[in-house]
């Protein structure tokens, strides 16, 4: 029996990420392996982002991993309850149940020189002794709750989409949503249709593209999951669906197409010219993460909802006034302000080699190799880490990729002897130069508009500057002269050649 307190990997996360890396240490043969999830059950993002119409704009066939395929997709994009199922579906499919800790919020990270494995201490007292830990905890999970003016005087409730409270019901009621990313997009048009009366509260217009979506029946299942093949078939639309846009995002005068499109859709489905005026970006396309949706604009056009263009200029018991002095009533204000993301490791009690922390390493901003080892941070990884998301392949693939490069690290680590492994400081410092210049011809850094792909400096920390199969092909193999390995024994570190 694995001795949990002292792990091989420590997974913090029970999120598709945490599930997918548990998955992947048992395919590499690694079974000491201990995931701690903060909540009492797993799902991570899809767990608590509950809110009406939330739902993935990413295809279904490319939203799950190529080690557990799924031919049970009731739609080409899924709903929420759908992609919670199937994590619980890949947890129970490789038997990762007797891995994971519940209700084990980590506190405290504290990497030890003289034994090279980390003491991860949780909210509960419980202690581990893990040799590698991989953070799985996600990119998008610290909800962004801006400080309006009188916030607390407002005499309804105010609910974060990632916070959703089931409790409340906007049947009849007058909701006031502020917002207009993706998750805004989703909830819009899920909330009108039940409420009295919706007020929409847009700062930056964004460029939105028809979501094709369609149901997939019965039959269709079927062949999925006996013409040998169709599958794959299905995997492989999904993926350059999503993967040919960057080559515009990349070099953003390839975007034409895309503009013209989004403005045709805006056309089609917005017919008051007045409203299509307010609604059309001044941006560039593809610089704000592109909305694929087709229930936004006709939402938006319902005799029922209100498009706000004036700033909020504060929260009063009422509803929101804005700055042009009226009041818009409301009984429920939404947030769909989305999330902070300077660093995804903020307030966290993460401590390298040499007492350094992860604050102070970052305090010019986050930087990692790869998205998933910064130097000063031995045996440490992330998922999900800066600079290896944000352009329009699925996440999943992403995840599917660091997943595999980590097993890999591992594997130096086996074979080498190592009992440390950490990236040569020369070695982040030149990818992340590269890096940088790379993105400052993307669309992301040049296309003139303010999204959470750059942080309060203006500096891209998300966006990996290229396709995923471009991040794919990079992270394939781990280079060993990449990293420092070296050997744990009684006098120091032995460099392992
Ligand atoms: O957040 P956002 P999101 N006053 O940051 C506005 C992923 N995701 O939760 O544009 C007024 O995109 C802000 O205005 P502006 C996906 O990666 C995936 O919607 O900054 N408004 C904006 O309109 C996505 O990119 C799925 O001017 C304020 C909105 O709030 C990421 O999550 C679904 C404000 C925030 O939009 C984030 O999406 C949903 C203020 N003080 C989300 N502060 C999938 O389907 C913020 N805003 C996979």
């Known amino acids: 029996m694995p001795d949990f307190s002292y792990p091989d990997v420590l997974i913090v996360g029970a999120g598709l990420a945490g599930v997918g890396m548990g998955v992947g240490l048992r395919r590499a043969g690694i079974e000491n392996f201990v995931v701690l999830e903060k909540a009492d059950a797993v799902g991570g993002a899809w767990r608590v982002n509950t809110y009406p119409g939330c739902a993935c704009d990413v295809m279904s066939m490319m939203y799950s991993y190529s080690f557990a395929p799924h031919d049970g997709w009731s739609k080409l994009y899924a709903d929420q309850p759908e992609i919670l199922d199937y994590t619980r579906r890949v947890v129970k499919d490789f038997a990762l149940g007797a891995h994971i800790r519940f209700d084990s919020e980590v506190v405290s990270y504290e990497f ?5 494995r980390w003491w991860v201490r949780t909210r509960g007292g419980d ?80 460029w939105v593209l028809p979501k094709m979506n369609r149901a997939i029946g019965d039959r269709e299942r079927r062949l999925l999951s006996t013409v040998p093949g169709l599958r794959a078939l299905y995997r492989t639309i999904a993926f ?47 610089c704000k993460r592109i909305l694929l949706t087709s229930d936004y604009y006709p939402a938006l056009s319902r005799p029922d909802v209100d498009l706000v263009t004036a700033g909020i200029a504060e929260f009063e018991p009422r509803g929101v006034r804005t700055v042009d002095g009226v009041l818009h009533e409301a009984d429920v204000i939404v947030l769909a302000t989305g999330f902070d993301t300077d660093n995804r490791c903020a307030g966290e009690h993460i401590v390298g080699r040499d007492g350094l922390t992860i604050e102070r390493a970052w305090r010019d901003g986050m930087q990692a190799y790869l998205g998933m080892s910064v130097s000063g941070f031995p045996n440490l990884f992330l998922v999900m880490g800066p600079n290896s998301g944000g352009g329009a392949q699925s996440i999943l693939f992403v995840i599917e990729a660091q997943i595999r490069y980590i097993a890999r690290c591992l594997g130096l680590m086996r074979r080498g002897g190592a009992t440390r492994i950490e990236v040569r400081p020369e070695i982040q410092q030149e990818f992340n130069h590269w890096l940088h210049a790379k993105l400052s011809r993307s669309v992301w850094n040049s ?12 500096k891209n920390r998300q966006c990996w500057p290229g396709t995923g199969t471009s991040y794919w092909w990079a992270t394939r193999t781990p280079k060993s002269r990449s990293f420092e390995l070296t050997r744990e024994s009684p006098l120091r570190a032995t460099e392992i050649q």
């Open 240 to 286: 350059w669906t999503h993967e040919i846009p960057v080559a515009g995002f990349l070099h953003p005068r390839l975007l034409r197409v895309l503009r013209w499109a989004a403005l045709r859709t805006l056309r089609r489905q917005v017919p008051d010219p007045a409203l299509r005026a307010k609604l059309i970006p001044d941006y560039t396309i593809g």
């Open 127 to 206: 202690l581990y002794c893990p040799r590698v830990v991989v953070l799985c905890h996600g990119a998008l999970h610290r909800p962004h709750i801006p400080e309006f003016p009188g916030r607390d005087r407002f005499s309804g409730p105010i609910v974060h989409t990632a916070e959703w409270d089931p409790s409340i019901d906007v049947t009849g009621k007058r909701v006031a949503v502020i917002g207009t990313g993706a998750s805004a997009v989703q909830v819009i048009p899920a909330v009108a249709e039940a409420a009295e009366r919706v007020a929409v509260f847009q700062r930056t217009p964004h």
């Open 447 to 458: 296309g003139g508009c303010d999204s959470w792909f750059l942080d309060h400096t203006g």
């Open 112 to 116: 030890d020189d003289a034994i090279d």
